[in-house]
Structures are given as structure tokens and as C-alpha cells.
């Protein structure tokens, strides 16, 4: 055999990921996240859990540090021999999850969340900050050590429980990396192939190297990545990257420059191999902090060359701001029109002015990078906990309608209104009071073992990332439930207060009934002008909903003195949030999905169609405009946008909701017939990815549940 | 002109309250002219062709479309109806259209959209607030707002109202028409056009007399006039499995345009069959032996059409 080309390599790395999503699937069932990635190995991994003796749960850096290294050390090794990269992950650190500790339990706040649908707590939540690859980087894992040695020593800490951990895990690592060096060796003097001996043996110089020393080369460099990526993710799903092309570009340049690097189709190569290790969120383009140009280089290009050649799920945004790269733009949207999904569109137009008015300045906003599912992050300065925090709009409404019901005073919407706002308020401080929580107590708990690595301060300080290891502590809050309470109270304000078709009290009747015996009234409530179609009440509630909502969280700050930025935002998780909550005025069953995101409901407009520039009209009028994301989701039809020599505008489409001050747009180009094909035979299209939020998945991963919320978007084309 | 506009009734009030008979506004129309736009449809079309998949449009006056398929036999329509129009009997819904004015109260009482009310009266106004919503697409993507219908042309003294509101909006202006009126109509509104979407559905006297209403020569005529009007000019005809879709149709056509200073583009079109449910819902017949042609059918032709105009 001769030596396979890049093409054929990556072709390996797409078919081993199938072959693996079916053993997922055979031993999951189903699954409503990304592909992520894991590998599913056949064999356990038997090792030592170590708990915490108070609590009985691995808590505290002690206990949290030796089981993690306990798992390294136990952890199979892994090459994919057409990969350029050693490593993959198998799960999740087994047992990390459990409680915190009892007396950091915040017991009086469990009441509170059921009362008010808050099913995403931010409290107890994990990473969901950015990390700065470069520390390690230069540093390597060697001189991470070091450094956590330095200050170990330069601090003089009574208790050296935290830099303690902090060296316990990196050497951990590097003896799993040193496993890899020695494994690589073998397979290489087993391998038959010419192409793989000197693939493994390349590994193996690689990773010897990496072992104490930083990178000196791109390969050298992704493969640090690789390892961070793996062990990130084993800890509690992190999942954030920062700019990759920003990154990688000193190393590119200088490979280039020495010959290292003669043909970018190489570096293709890596680049595929570093998405099959997993699908960390990373951003290319945006901006250059000092004056707003331009920052795309060649190595955005080939991302995106990569994501296209491997086609699987991964996590890339390109970053859209005024002075966009028109070339990069467009071959992410050729590329969004062939493989049907591909990057999501971060919007600087929403995104960094909204950060800026928190008090920043703007070059630090253009910084904040889009490294998650719906948000951004400062790399290794910012502790932001994204989302992982979630305020039900419409539980607020429910209580509120009872309370004025049940009160003496007199039934109006004004009154219903006043309620409702005492209500959210609540919510929000519930949320508020979390955030102060969770950073007093966090550190003691599960401490930010693998960001405080790649972050400014913590190790410096030698305090966690999530107690004042790092300097900017701004948190996020993401709103559910939009288009379900707007299209409530226009409901209500329409058949109620002017048309009285029903009293209130008939209104409560039939909700807690669940509209059964009253499907005429039911559909009645549903047929209002709906958020989305412009200028209806239920816009007008909408936004009168979302400023609300904006005002609670970023009028005052939390009691500790953290500002909580505003957005809207479900994730897919629409089900889960509906699953509690009972039924609503616009037509909603008790326990259905809530709406999603910002979005209006499918079909919105009257008649029952669904115009995307109504619809992103929609969403760029309830931005909240401090620089958390609320999102835009577009399903086209691939037919539609063929026949419409669309690329154009979609990209037209794509600035005009970036001017508009929007900040997140994901999309799925797919034809209607093989979206519901693929829904009613999954196994047909096992390679067919979609974008059900801001991440990515393999269409045939999904549940049942999940693969119709994402039909539906379609067929509301109609 | 028969019953396709009353321009005294538009005139009712006022020329500040000039109104406008629409029967839709499509937002993010994509294969209406350039770039991302807003379509309005005029209600009333002189054509009136036999396969036309907007049969909504044929009469200015507003009409109650039903689908049955969408009733839940709430009786709402029932008890408001005026006109006794409306019966459920032995859980049927029936629409008797015999009285029926066109109120369009039980299309209000309908929750599940199952009568739906096709046209209303519109003032410049009310239009300009659906087709301002979506001006920064039309900026960033080179689009606008095109006139369609129906025959947006017979409307003359709306459309030039709308015409100078939307272009004092610096906004692009395609119309789309077939050509079958007195070319003063026209003519009145060039100023404010940059587009003219100008269809002819065929050459042959005898289509015309089987399946168009319009005038063949009128036609003719009106787009060799707006030639040298200096707008410019596509030329679309929709291609009619069993009507026009022979070379010899489709070249006599090419080469009556192949002299044309302001044609732009000669685009063919192929029929669809998606029209039937709104034909029903009208209650009106839809037997025809119309078909779709094949794709190497429209490439064949397109390819003939070339050699005389851009296609």
C-alpha cells in the first residue's frame, strides 16, 4: 500500500466516527447533544474513585485532583492510524458528578426553582468560560508544572491543597501522554504500512517532545490541543476553544517558513484530526481588538477546508462584523449549500457594543470570542459561566394570573402585568442569589482544575478561576419561553379584556384542566396574530417582555456585586423546559415544549407561514444588548436555495441581521424531503449533521423528540 | 375589462384613501426580481389563464376560500353568517357561495384558518408599513419590492400612488405584467419602474383563443411599445405541458423579442399543478390536461431560445 493521501485519511477519520456513533447509539439509545469525542471503548476502565469523607461525593481539589489523575492513569490509549494525533477521551470522569457538599447546598433556593420552571440553575454549573491556549502553549506541560511549582513556592500558601491538585493533574497527563509515546512505538513495530509506521513514529517524536516541553511546531501545537481537548471535556463537558486561526497562524507561518509545512493540504489533515478528537467550539475570522479590520489568515480557510472534507458534527462560528472578509464569507456559505450544515454566523453587530456597555472597551469586547453554543467568552480573563443558566418567561405568568384571580382586587391587564413583573423579578433574583452562591462555594467543590490552567490569575494567586483567580467576573442569563408568554398575553388581552369571550376565572379553569372538554377555546387562543408576524400585540408583548426581562437582570447587580448579562436562549432543550409547565393561554398543552429560543413559534405568520426576514426581524427586536447571545435559527429548504441562486442571499440576509444588531445566526440548509426521510428512517442518512441550536449533531443521534422539533422547523416553510 | 377593477371604488373617500385590492404580501421573495424582496399581489387579472396556479386572483372583488381539510366543525361560521351561507349537517361543514358576499365575517370567527378571506382593500399606507419592515434586506442584498398579481397594471391610479411612496424610499421596483390593457395604464407608471417582468405566454392566435382571455395583439403591441421606453425588460413565459411547449411555440416568441434594445433576459418557466387546492378551495372546477414539462424538455427549449435572446 502506498502512502494514502490526504483525502483517503480523512475518509478513514469520517468512517471510524460512524462506525463509533453506532455503538454510541446501540449503547445509548439515542442522544440530544453533539457527537463530542468520545470514543466508545469496549472495556470499563477500572480505577479509583476518591471521595471527599464529608460529603461522601468527590468534592475539593484534594479529592477532585486524585480521581481525575486516578482515571488518567487508568485511561486507554488511542490512535487512529490516519490521524495525525495520539489521544481521545472515553467519558466523562466517573463519579465527579455527584453533590456538593451538604453545607453548600443552597437548600433554601430548591423550593424556588421548582416554583418558578428554573431547570438550567447556573449555580453548581461547570467551565463555560474561555480558556487561553496560549499559556500552554508557551509554557508546555512542563512548564505549567513548573509554574505551578513557582508560585507554590512564591505564595507561601498555608494550604497547598490547591496548587497541590493543580501538579497532581498535570503530571497525570503527562504520564497519559507518555503511555501514548510508548504505545505509539509499538503499533509502529508492529505496523506493516509504511505510512502508518511513520505516522506513529511521527507521533511518538511528537508527543516525547510535548511530554515537558512547549510546542515548536503547528503539528506539535494541535496535538497540545488535542490533549487539552480530551481532558477538558472528561471534566464535566468543556467545550470552549477561542480563535483558532489567531492561534495557529505563528506556528503556520513559521512552518512555512522553515519547509515544515509544504503543502497546506497537510494542514488540512491536521486540522480534520483535531475535529475528530473532539468538537470543541472554536471561532475564525472576526476582528483585529485595535481597530475592527479584518483578522481571518489562511488557516481560516482551511478550517474550514477541514469541516467540509471530514463531515461530521463540529463547532466552528465565523465571526461576521462590517469589514468581514467577502472571500472567507463566501466559501463558508458554498460550504454551509453543499454539506447542508457547517459554521454558525457570530454577529459582532449585537455582540460587541452589547459587551461594551457593560463598561468595557471596545477592542476587549472585539476579544470576546464565540466558544460555545451560544456565547462568547474573553479568553483566560473572564470567568462568565454560560449557558448553564436559564429564567422560565412564562411560569411568572401562570403564577401571576392565580395570584390576581385568587386576590380581592379587580381583574385587568394592567394588574395582570404588575404581577406578572413581581414575579420575574423574583425569578431573577433567585438566579441572582445562585450566582453569589456559586462563587463562594464553587472552588470547594468541583474547582476549575483544567481552566485554571489556561487562565491568567489562577495560578498566579493561587485561587481558583471560579473564587478571583482571574479579573473579570460577568455572568450570563439566558430567558426561555418567549413566543410562549407574548402569544399568551395577546391571547388573553384579545379574548378576555376586549372581545370577552371568557372571564379569567374560566380562563384558570380551563388551563388547569389542561383545556380539556374546550379544544373550540383552545384553538380560539391560538389563533392570534402571533409574535413574529410585526406590528401585533403579541410583538408588542414580546418586547415589552424581553426589555422587562433585560431591565431585572442588568438593573441591579447580584448582592456579592456581579452583573448578570441578559439573553434569550434554550439551547434544544425546549422539552425539558416544557415538561413542568403547565398549560399556557397561546394553545399550549401542559408539559409541551415551550418555544424555542427567541424565535416566534413555527408558522407564526398569519396563515401559517414562516418569512426568515420576519423572523430575524423578530429576533434582532428583542436583543438584549449587553452582549449575551439570543439566537437565530434558519431551515431552508436546499431546493428553495438552489433555485433562488441563494449564496448571495444568505449572505445578504446574513449582514442585514448582523447590522440589525443580532448576534448569533444558526442554519441548516437541507431539502424537506430528506430532512423527513432521514426523521422516519434514520439510518438512511447516518451522516447527515445538523445544527439542532448552536451545536452540531449527527441527525441520526438524536431522539425522536428532538429530530421533530427540528422537522418542524421545516415544514413551517409551508 | 369585465369585473377586474373599479377604479371609482378606489377612488371612494379620497385620493389620500385610495385603496388597493390585495390579496397577499410575500415577504422574502426570492424569484421576484433581484435580491431579497417584497412581493404585493393585485387581486383582478384580465388573462385569466386557464392554468394559472393563482385562480385568487382572476377577480378584483374580495372571495371566501375554503379548505375543508382544516374545519373542526367549531359552527362558528354558521352562526355568524349573514347570509346563511354556512351549514354542519351530520358532521359535514357546507359552504353554499350562492348568497355569499364576501363579508368575510366567518373568516374572522375561523380559528383554524379553514375560510381564509382572499383580498381586501389596502391603503398605500397599510402596504408600505409590510414592505418598510424588510428594508435592510432589500439594501443589502440588491433587492425590493415587486408589483405582481393578478395585474397589478389594471390598479393604475393605486399603483402609482404606491409606486411614488415606495420609490421616495429610494427602494428597487420590478412590476410584473402581462400586458393585456390600453398601454396609457402602463406608460403612467414607467417613471417609477426599474424592472418591468413582462409575460407572454404565447405567440399562436390559437392558445390565446383557447386558454387566454387577453389579447394577443394587445400584448404584443404593449411590449414593443415599452421597448422604447428605455426600463428594462425580462420577458418570462411559463411553459404549459400541452399548450406551449413545442420548439416551434417557444422559437416564434424568441424571435419576436430577438429585436428588443431593453431586453434583459428571456427566462422559460416550467408549469406546476400546485394551483389545484386553491382552485378547490374557491369551489371552482380544475380538469385540464396540463402537465409539467420534463427538465430536458425546458433545457431543450432554453437552449433553442438561446440562440436568438440571453435566457
Not at chain 1, 457570530?346 to 451560544?374: Q, T, W
Not at chain 1, 433567585?430 to 456559586?438: A, Q, T
Amino acid at each position: 500500500m502506498g502512502i494514502p493521501s490526504y483525502f483517503e485519511r480523512i475518509n478513514a477519520l469520517h468512517e471510524t466516527k460512524l462506525k463509533f456513533n453506532d455503538i454510541k447509539l446501540q449503547r445509548l439509545g439515542s442522544y440530544n447533544f453533539d457527537d463530542h469525542g468520545w470514543i466508545p471503548f469496549d472495556e470499563p476502565i477500572e480505577f479509583e474513585i476518591v471521595k471527599d469523607p464529608e460529603s461522601g461525593y468527590v468534592n475539593g481539589m484534594d479529592a477532585v485532583s486524585k480521581t481525575f489523575a486516578n482515571y488518567l492513569d487508568a485511561h486507554p490509549v488511542y490512535i487512529h492510524p490516519m490521524s495525525a494525533f495520539a489521544g481521545a477521551w472515553a467519558g466523562n470522569v466517573p463519579g465527579m458528578g455527584g453533590p456538593w457538599k451538604p453545607q453548600h447546598i443552597f437548600k433554601e433556593q430548591e423550593p424556588l426553582f421548582e416554583k418558578y420552571n428554573i431547570t438550567s440553575r447556573g449555580l453548581y454549573g461547570m467551565n463555560h468560560s474561555g480558556p487561553d491556549l496560549k499559556i500552554g502553549f508557551d509554557l508546555g506541560w512542563g512548564g505549567l508544572l513548573e509554574k505551578i511549582r513557582f508560585y507554590r513556592k512564591y505564595n507561601k500558601p498555608v494550604d497547598t491543597t490547591f496548587y497541590d491538585g493543580q501538579e497532581r493533574f498535570v503530571e497525570a497527563i503527562q504520564r497519559w501522554i507518555k503511555r501514548h509515546v510508548d504505545y505509539a512505538r509499538q503499533e509502529a513495530l508492529k505496523a506493516d504500512d509504511e505510512f502508518v509506521k511513520k505516522n506513529l513514529l511521527e507521533i511518538a517524536d511528537i508527543n516525547e517532545w510535548l511530554i515537558d516541553n512547549p510546542p515548536r511546531t503547528l503539528r506539535e501545537a494541535m496535538q497540545f490541543i488535542c490533549w487539552f481537548q480530551c481532558v477538558d471535556r472528561m471534566y464535566f463537558n468543556g467545550g470552549a476553544g477561542q480563535e483558532i486561526d489567531k492561534l495557529l497562524l505563528p506556528y503556520y507561518e513559521a512552518d512555512k517558513a522553515k519547509g515544515i509545512i509544504k503543502d497546506d493540504e497537510e494542514v488540512v489533515w491536521y486540522l480534520a484530526s483535531m475535529f475528530y478528537n473532539d468538537t470543541h467550539y472554536w471561532q475564525i475570522g472576526g476582528q483585529n481588538p485595535a481597530d475592527g479590520s479584518d483578522a481571518s489568515n489562511p488557516i481560516s480557510f482551511l478550517v474550514l477546508e477541514a469541516m467540509h472534507r471530514l463531515k461530521i458534527p463540529a463547532n466552528v462560528a465565523l465571526r461576521v462584523h462590517e469589514n468581514t472578509n467577502e472571500e472567507l464569507f463566501d466559501k463558508a456559505i458554498e460550504y454551509l449549500f453543499e454539506d447542508g450544515t457547517g459554521v454558525s454566523f457570530s454577529c459582532s453587530g449585537g455582540l460587541d457594543k452589547g459587551y461594551a456597555r457593560n463598561g468595557f472597551p471596545l477592542p476587549l469586547a472585539r476579544m470576546r470570542a464565540k466558544v460555545g453554543c451560544n456565547w462568547t467568552a474573553l479568553p483566560g480573563i473572564e470567568y462568565c459561566l454560560q449557558d448553564v443558566t436559564r429564567v422560565c418567561l412564562a411560569k411568572p405568568l401562570l403564577l401571576a394570573l392565580d395570584e390576581m384571580i385568587e386576590s380581592d382586587e379587580e381583574n385587568s391587564m394592567e394588574n395582570l402585568m404588575r404581577r406578572y413583573k413581581a414575579h420575574l423579578e423574583a425569578a431573577v433574583n433567585i438566579i441572582k442569589d445562585g450566582v453569589d452562591w456559586h462563587v463562594k462555594y464553587k472552588h470547594l467543590n468541583k474547582p476549575e482544575i483544567v481552566l485554571n490552567l489556561f487562565a491568567h490569575g489562577p495560578i498566579e494567586r493561587g485561587v481558583d478561576m471560579s473564587h478571583g483567580g482571574v479579573d473579570i467576573y460577568i455572568f450570563a442569563c439566558d430567558a426561555t419561553a418567549l413566543a410562549t408568554v407574548a402569544d399568551s398575553l395577546a391571547a388573553i388581552e384579545k379574548f378576555i379584556v376586549e372581545e370577552k369571550k371568557l372571564t379569567w376565572e374560566e380562563l384558570q379553569t380551563i388551563l388547569k384542566n389542561n383545556w380539556e372538554g374546550a379544544e373550540h377555546i383552545r384553538l380560539m387562543f391560538k389563533s392570534i396574530p402571533k409574535y413574529g408576524s410585526g406590528n401585533s400585540r403579541a410583538d408588542y408583548y414580546a418586547k415589552l417582555i424581553a426589555d422587562m426581562y433585560t431591565n431585572l437582570m442588568i438593573g441591579t447587580p447580584t448582592k456579592a456585586g456581579f452583573r448578570v448579562l441578559p439573553g434569550i436562549f434554550s439551547h434544544g432543550d425546549v422539552y425539558i423546559h416544557g415538561r413542568n409547565l403547565p398549560a399556557t393561554p397561546n394553545g399550549r398543552y401542559a408539559g409541551d415544549p415551550i418555544s424555542h429560543s427567541a424565535d416566534p413559534d413555527p408558522g407564526f405568520l398569519p396563515g401559517g407561514g414562516t418569512a426568515p426576514t420576519a423572523k430575524a426581524n423578530a429576533v434582532a427586536g428583542v436583543q438584549s444588548g449587553y452582549g449575551n447571545s439570543t439566537p437565530l435559527q434558519i431551515d431552508m429548504d436546499s431546493k428553495l436555495v438552489k433555485e433562488m441562486g441563494g449564496k448571495e442571499i444568505i449572505k445578504a440576509y446574513i449582514k442585514a441581521h448582523n447590522e440589525m444588531g443580532g448576534t448569533l445566526i444558526n442554519i441548516n440548509v437541507v431539502s424537506k424531503e430528506k430532512i423527513l426521510e432521514a426523521h422516519e428512517n434514520p439510518d438512511k442518512y447516518p451522516d447527515l449533521v445538523v445544527r439542532v441550536t448552536g451545536y452540531s449533531a449527527f441527525f441520526k443521534s438524536l431522539s425522536k423528540e428532538y429530530r421533530q422539533q427540528v422537522v418542524d422547523r421545516w415544514i413551517a416553510y409551508d | 375589462m369585465g369585473n377586474v377593477y373599479n377604479i371609482d371604488e378606489a377612488r371612494e373617500g379620497g385620493k389620500e384613501r385610495i385603496t388597493g385590492q390585495i390579496f397577499d404580501i410575500q415577504r422574502f421573495a426570492v424569484h421576484d426580481g433581484p435580491g431579497i424582496r417584497t412581493t404585493v399581489f393585485f387581486k383582478g387579472c384580465s388573462n385569466r389563464c386557464e392554468w394559472c396556479h393563482n385562480p385568487e386572483s382572476f377577480v378584483s372583488r374580495s372571495q371566501i376560500q375554503y379548505y375543508p381539510n382544516r374545519c373542526v366543525f367549531c359552527g362558528n361560521c354558521v352562526e355568524c353568517c349573514p347570509q346563511k351561507c354556512h351549514f354542519i349537517d351530520d358532521g359535514r361543514h357546507i359552504f353554499d357561495r350562492t348568497n355569499c358576499t364576501a363579508c368575510g365575517l366567518c373568516t374572522q370567527s375561523c380559528y383554524v384558518n379553514a375560510l381564509v378571506l382572499s383580498g381586501k382593500p389596502m391603503t398605500v399606507d397599510e402596504v408600505m408599513e409590510q414592505v418598510l419592515a424588510d428594508v435592510v434586506y432589500y439594501e443589502k442584498s440588491g433587492g425590493g419590492v415587486t408589483l405582481s398579481g393578478g395585474e397589478p397594471v389594471l390598479q393604475t391610479d393605486f399603483c402609482l400612488e404606491l409606486l411614488k411612496c415606495i420609490k421616495s424610499h429610494n427602494l428597487h421596483v420590478a412590476i410584473q405584467t402581462a400586458g393585456n390593457y390600453s398601454y396609457e395604464r402602463l406608460e403612467v407608471l414607467l417613471p417609477y419602474a426599474d424592472l418591468i417582468m413582462y409575460d407572454v405566454k404565447a405567440y399562436s392566435r390559437i392558445i390565446y383563443d383557447m386558454y387566454i382571455h387577453g389579447d394577443r395583439d394587445t400584448i404584443l403591441n404593449n411590449l414593443k411599445k415599452l421597448d422604447g421606453e428605455g426600463v428594462p425588460v425580462i420577458v418570462r413565459t411559463p411553459v404549459v405541458g400541452s399548450v406551449n411547449d413545442t420548439p416551434q411555440e417557444i422559437l416564434s416568441i424568441a424571435r419576436f423579442l430577438q429585436d428588443m434594445k431593453n431586453l434583459k433576459q428571456y427566462v422559460l418557466l416550467p408549469y406546476h399543478s400546485l394551483g389545484k387546492v386553491k382552485y378547490d378551495a374557491l369551489g371552482k372546477e380544475y380538469e385540464n390536461a396540463f402537465y409539467t414539462p420534463a427538465s430536458d424538455a425546458m433545457s431543450e427549449l432554453k437552449s433553442l431560445a438561446g440562440e436568438y435572446v440571453p435566457v
